[in-house]
Protein backbone atom coordinates (compact mmCIF):
# COMPACT_ATOMS: atom_id res chain seq x y z
CA UNK A 1 0.00 0.00 0.00
CA UNK A 2 2.72 2.30 0.76
CA UNK A 3 4.40 1.62 -2.37
CA UNK A 4 1.25 2.83 -3.94
CA UNK A 5 0.95 5.81 -2.36
CA UNK A 6 4.27 6.79 -3.24
CA UNK A 7 4.13 6.09 -6.99
CA UNK A 8 0.63 7.92 -7.27
CA UNK A 9 2.03 11.02 -5.44
CA UNK A 10 4.39 10.94 -7.77
CA UNK A 11 2.21 10.86 -10.97
CA UNK A 12 0.18 13.22 -9.31
CA UNK A 13 3.23 15.52 -9.03
CA UNK A 14 4.29 14.89 -12.66
CA UNK A 15 0.80 15.24 -14.17
CA UNK A 16 0.34 18.33 -11.96
CA UNK A 17 3.25 20.03 -13.67
CA UNK A 18 2.51 19.22 -17.06
CA UNK A 19 -0.96 20.59 -16.77
CA UNK A 20 -0.35 23.49 -14.87
CA UNK A 21 2.94 24.94 -14.68
CA UNK A 22 1.96 28.54 -14.67
CA UNK A 23 0.56 27.95 -10.93
CA UNK A 24 3.62 28.23 -9.69
CA UNK A 25 5.58 29.85 -12.15
CA UNK A 26 8.01 33.02 -12.13
CA UNK A 27 8.27 34.63 -15.15
CA UNK A 28 8.93 30.85 -16.95
CA UNK A 29 12.71 31.21 -15.50
CA UNK A 30 15.02 29.75 -17.79
CA UNK A 31 18.49 28.30 -16.76
CA UNK A 32 21.30 29.29 -18.24
CA UNK A 33 24.31 27.23 -16.84
CA UNK A 34 27.20 29.22 -15.84
CA UNK A 35 29.78 26.72 -15.11
CA UNK A 36 32.57 24.97 -17.23
CA UNK A 37 31.61 22.07 -19.27
CA UNK A 38 34.94 20.77 -18.04
CA UNK A 39 34.05 20.31 -14.70
CA UNK A 40 34.31 17.70 -11.70
CA UNK A 41 30.72 16.74 -10.60
CA UNK A 42 31.11 14.86 -6.89
CA UNK A 43 27.05 13.07 -6.68
CA UNK A 44 26.04 12.33 -2.98
CA UNK A 45 24.44 9.19 -4.11
CA UNK A 46 24.10 6.31 -6.35
CA UNK A 47 21.58 6.48 -8.52
CA UNK A 48 17.88 5.78 -6.98
CA UNK A 49 19.14 6.67 -3.37
CA UNK A 50 17.46 9.85 -0.99
CA UNK A 51 20.04 12.86 -1.21
CA UNK A 52 21.98 14.48 -4.05
CA UNK A 53 24.26 17.34 -4.20
CA UNK A 54 26.58 18.14 -6.98
CA UNK A 55 29.83 20.09 -6.51
CA UNK A 56 31.84 21.06 -9.76
CA UNK A 57 35.31 22.68 -10.37
CA UNK A 58 37.42 23.49 -13.12
CA UNK A 59 39.38 21.36 -14.36
CA UNK A 60 41.68 23.50 -16.87
CA UNK A 61 44.97 23.86 -15.65
CA UNK A 62 46.25 24.97 -18.71
CA UNK A 63 45.67 29.19 -17.50
CA UNK A 64 48.88 30.73 -16.70
CA UNK A 65 48.16 32.52 -13.25
CA UNK A 66 50.89 34.84 -14.20
CA UNK A 67 49.04 36.26 -17.79
CA UNK A 68 47.99 39.59 -17.63
CA UNK A 69 45.76 39.48 -20.38
CA UNK A 70 42.13 40.09 -19.59
CA UNK A 71 39.20 37.33 -19.91
CA UNK A 72 38.09 39.61 -22.57
CA UNK A 73 40.65 38.43 -24.63
CA UNK A 74 39.61 34.95 -24.44
CA UNK A 75 40.03 33.00 -27.25
CA UNK A 76 37.31 33.39 -29.98
CA UNK A 77 36.64 29.93 -30.58
CA UNK A 78 36.60 28.80 -27.04
CA UNK A 79 34.30 31.35 -25.73
CA UNK A 80 32.01 30.25 -29.01
CA UNK A 81 32.31 26.77 -28.17
CA UNK A 82 31.11 27.72 -24.49
CA UNK A 83 28.25 29.77 -25.62
CA UNK A 84 26.93 26.94 -28.28
CA UNK A 85 27.23 24.51 -24.92
CA UNK A 86 25.33 26.60 -22.46
CA UNK A 87 22.79 27.11 -25.23
CA UNK A 88 21.81 23.80 -25.42
CA UNK A 89 21.58 22.99 -22.22
CA UNK A 90 19.01 25.56 -21.52
CA UNK A 91 15.74 24.28 -19.12
CA UNK A 92 13.40 26.04 -17.69
CA UNK A 93 12.35 26.08 -14.54
CA UNK A 94 8.63 27.50 -14.20
CA UNK A 95 7.97 25.85 -10.92
CA UNK A 96 10.63 27.92 -8.96
CA UNK A 97 8.29 28.96 -6.05
CA UNK A 98 7.70 24.54 -5.51
CA UNK A 99 11.27 23.74 -6.52
CA UNK A 100 13.05 26.63 -4.04
CA UNK A 101 10.36 24.85 -1.80
CA UNK A 102 11.72 21.44 -1.84
CA UNK A 103 15.35 22.88 -1.96
CA UNK A 104 14.95 24.20 1.28
CA UNK A 105 13.31 21.45 2.68
CA UNK A 106 16.06 19.02 1.42
CA UNK A 107 18.65 21.53 3.24
CA UNK A 108 16.75 21.29 6.72
CA UNK A 109 16.41 17.77 6.12
CA UNK A 110 20.38 17.45 4.73
CA UNK A 111 21.52 19.54 8.21
CA UNK A 112 19.06 18.11 10.60
CA UNK A 113 19.23 14.18 9.68
CA UNK A 114 21.17 13.13 6.70
CA UNK A 115 24.51 14.67 8.21
CA UNK A 116 24.50 13.91 11.71
CA UNK A 117 23.34 10.46 11.10
CA UNK A 118 26.35 10.02 8.33
CA UNK A 119 28.77 11.85 10.78
CA UNK A 120 27.65 9.22 13.67
CA UNK A 121 27.38 6.16 11.11
CA UNK A 122 31.32 7.07 9.86
CA UNK A 123 32.83 7.86 13.44
CA UNK A 124 31.85 4.00 13.90
CA UNK A 125 32.08 1.88 10.60
CA UNK A 126 35.32 0.94 8.97
CA UNK A 127 36.24 2.38 6.00
CA UNK A 128 36.85 -1.19 4.30
CA UNK A 129 32.73 -2.23 5.36
CA UNK A 130 31.55 1.44 3.97
CA UNK A 131 33.06 0.85 0.56
CA UNK A 132 31.82 -2.56 0.54
CA UNK A 133 28.14 -1.72 1.49
CA UNK A 134 28.64 1.13 -1.91
CA UNK A 135 29.67 -1.55 -3.61
CA UNK A 136 26.83 -3.95 -3.00
CA UNK A 137 24.06 -1.77 -3.47
CA UNK A 138 26.14 -0.20 -6.88
CA UNK A 139 25.92 -3.76 -8.04
CA UNK A 140 22.11 -4.33 -6.56
CA UNK A 141 21.06 -2.08 -10.00
CA UNK A 142 22.62 -3.96 -12.67
CA UNK A 143 18.68 -4.24 -13.54
CA UNK A 144 18.69 -0.45 -14.23
CA UNK A 145 22.09 -0.30 -16.12
CA UNK A 146 21.15 -3.83 -18.42
CA UNK A 147 17.41 -2.61 -19.34
CA UNK A 148 18.77 0.84 -20.04
CA UNK A 149 21.90 -0.42 -22.59
CA UNK A 150 19.60 -2.73 -24.20
CA UNK A 151 16.96 0.22 -24.76
CA UNK A 152 19.88 2.03 -26.67
CA UNK A 153 20.44 -0.56 -28.42
CA UNK A 154 24.10 -0.61 -26.70
CA UNK A 155 24.38 -4.73 -26.85
CA UNK A 156 27.95 -5.14 -25.96
CA UNK A 157 27.50 -2.89 -22.92
CA UNK A 158 24.34 -4.50 -21.67
CA UNK A 159 26.38 -8.19 -22.10
CA UNK A 160 29.68 -6.49 -20.17
CA UNK A 161 26.86 -5.56 -17.38
CA UNK A 162 25.60 -8.89 -16.78
CA UNK A 163 29.26 -10.25 -16.75
CA UNK A 164 30.40 -8.05 -14.61
CA UNK A 165 27.18 -8.51 -12.45
CA UNK A 166 27.87 -12.53 -12.39
CA UNK A 167 31.57 -12.01 -11.77
CA UNK A 168 30.75 -9.69 -8.58
CA UNK A 169 27.93 -11.48 -6.80
CA UNK A 170 29.96 -14.78 -7.01
CA UNK A 171 33.54 -14.01 -6.31
CA UNK A 172 32.97 -11.32 -5.63
CA UNK A 173 31.31 -12.33 -2.46
CA UNK A 174 27.61 -10.87 -3.33
CA UNK A 175 28.84 -7.74 -4.39
CA UNK A 176 30.90 -6.44 -1.47
CA UNK A 177 33.97 -6.82 -3.59
CA UNK A 178 34.51 -5.12 -7.08
CA UNK A 179 36.61 -8.05 -8.65
CA UNK A 180 35.20 -7.62 -12.19
CA UNK A 181 36.52 -4.00 -12.00
CA UNK A 182 39.82 -4.28 -10.18
CA UNK A 183 40.96 -7.77 -11.40
CA UNK A 184 39.25 -7.73 -14.66
CA UNK A 185 38.85 -3.86 -15.97
CA UNK A 186 35.69 -4.36 -16.27
CA UNK A 187 33.83 -1.20 -16.00
CA UNK A 188 29.71 -0.56 -15.72
CA UNK A 189 28.37 2.04 -17.93
CA UNK A 190 26.48 3.63 -15.05
CA UNK A 191 23.10 4.40 -17.37
CA UNK A 192 19.71 4.76 -16.13
CA UNK A 193 16.64 5.44 -17.60
CA UNK A 194 16.20 9.17 -17.62
CA UNK A 195 19.81 8.91 -19.92
CA UNK A 196 17.99 6.43 -22.11
CA UNK A 197 15.01 8.83 -22.81
CA UNK A 198 18.13 11.41 -23.58
CA UNK A 199 19.26 9.36 -25.97
CA UNK A 200 16.55 9.51 -27.88
CA UNK A 201 16.79 13.18 -28.21
CA UNK A 202 13.47 13.95 -25.40
CA UNK A 203 14.40 16.38 -23.93
CA UNK A 204 14.43 17.84 -20.54
CA UNK A 205 10.71 19.58 -20.32
CA UNK A 206 11.57 21.49 -17.31
CA UNK A 207 13.81 21.55 -14.03
CA UNK A 208 12.21 19.80 -11.15
CA UNK A 209 13.40 19.20 -7.06
CA UNK A 210 11.81 17.15 -5.72
CA UNK A 211 11.52 16.11 -1.99
CA UNK A 212 13.94 14.16 -0.55
CA UNK A 213 15.40 12.68 -4.06
CA UNK A 214 16.80 16.52 -4.50
CA UNK A 215 17.02 18.04 -8.49
CA UNK A 216 15.94 16.40 -11.39
CA UNK A 217 14.07 17.22 -14.62
CA UNK A 218 10.27 16.59 -15.85
CA UNK A 219 12.46 13.61 -18.00
CA UNK A 220 14.72 12.89 -15.13
CA UNK A 221 11.73 12.04 -13.06
CA UNK A 222 9.48 9.64 -15.15
CA UNK A 223 13.01 7.56 -15.66
CA UNK A 224 13.69 7.53 -12.02
CA UNK A 225 9.76 6.02 -12.06
CA UNK A 226 11.32 3.02 -14.39
CA UNK A 227 14.35 2.84 -12.01
CA UNK A 228 12.22 2.17 -8.84
CA UNK A 229 10.74 -0.53 -10.77
CA UNK A 230 13.99 -1.79 -11.78
CA UNK A 231 15.44 -1.84 -8.72
CA UNK A 232 15.19 -4.88 -6.70
CA UNK A 233 14.77 -3.39 -2.89
CA UNK A 234 12.00 -2.03 -4.16
CA UNK A 235 10.45 -5.41 -3.73
CA UNK A 236 11.38 -6.20 -0.30
CA UNK A 237 8.21 -6.61 1.80
CA UNK A 238 7.23 -4.83 4.26
CA UNK A 239 7.39 -1.46 2.44
CA UNK A 240 9.45 0.06 5.29
CA UNK A 241 12.09 -2.38 5.20
CA UNK A 242 12.24 -1.42 1.51
CA UNK A 243 12.54 2.18 2.71
CA UNK A 244 14.83 1.15 5.54
CA UNK A 245 17.37 -0.41 3.23
CA UNK A 246 17.23 2.50 0.74
CA UNK A 247 18.05 5.24 3.79
CA UNK A 248 20.64 3.04 4.85
CA UNK A 249 22.28 3.15 1.26
CA UNK A 250 22.00 7.02 1.57
CA UNK A 251 23.49 7.09 4.72
CA UNK A 252 26.14 4.64 3.61
CA UNK A 253 26.85 7.11 0.24
CA UNK A 254 26.95 10.36 2.20
CA UNK A 255 29.22 9.44 4.74
CA UNK A 256 31.83 9.60 1.93
CA UNK A 257 30.99 13.00 0.80
CA UNK A 258 30.54 14.82 3.68
CA UNK A 259 31.49 18.39 3.45
CA UNK A 260 30.76 18.78 -0.52
CA UNK A 261 27.45 20.26 0.08
CA UNK A 262 28.87 22.76 2.81
CA UNK A 263 31.72 23.53 0.05
CA UNK A 264 29.46 24.52 -2.77
CA UNK A 265 27.02 26.63 -0.35
CA UNK A 266 29.81 28.24 0.76
CA UNK A 267 31.32 29.27 -2.84
CA UNK A 268 27.99 30.03 -4.09
CA UNK A 269 26.40 33.28 -4.19
CA UNK A 270 23.20 31.41 -4.94
CA UNK A 271 23.54 27.25 -4.26
CA UNK A 272 20.27 27.08 -5.69
CA UNK A 273 21.40 28.54 -8.74
CA UNK A 274 24.40 26.64 -8.50
CA UNK A 275 23.22 23.07 -7.93
CA UNK A 276 20.55 23.41 -10.22
CA UNK A 277 23.13 24.51 -13.70
CA UNK A 278 25.67 22.07 -12.17
CA UNK A 279 22.93 19.10 -12.34
CA UNK A 280 21.58 20.24 -15.99
CA UNK A 281 25.53 20.16 -17.45
CA UNK A 282 26.03 17.09 -15.60
CA UNK A 283 23.46 15.31 -17.03
CA UNK A 284 23.42 16.64 -20.42
CA UNK A 285 27.02 15.47 -20.53
CA UNK A 286 26.19 12.11 -19.62
CA UNK A 287 23.85 12.11 -22.58
CA UNK A 288 25.59 13.14 -25.21
CA UNK A 289 28.85 11.06 -23.85
CA UNK A 290 27.67 7.92 -25.61
CA UNK A 291 30.30 5.38 -26.74
Request: hydrophobic share 40%; with cysteine; proline share 4%.
Amino acid sequence: MGKKICFSFLMFLLSFSVYHPYVCAENDRIIHPVLSPDCIVSEYREKGSAHQVLLAANTDNSYDEDSSDDIDDLDDELMQDFEDSSATQSVADPLYYFNYAMYSFNDFLYFAAIKPVSQGYKAVTPVIVRKGVRNFFHNLLFPVRFVSNLLQGRVVNAGREVEIFVINSTIGFLGFARIAQDQFDLQTSDEDLGQTLGSYSIGNGFYLVLPVLGPSTLRDAIGRVGDYFLNPVTYVEPWELSTGIKAYDSINTTSFHIGDYEAIKKASIDPYQAIKNAYIQHRAKQVENRE
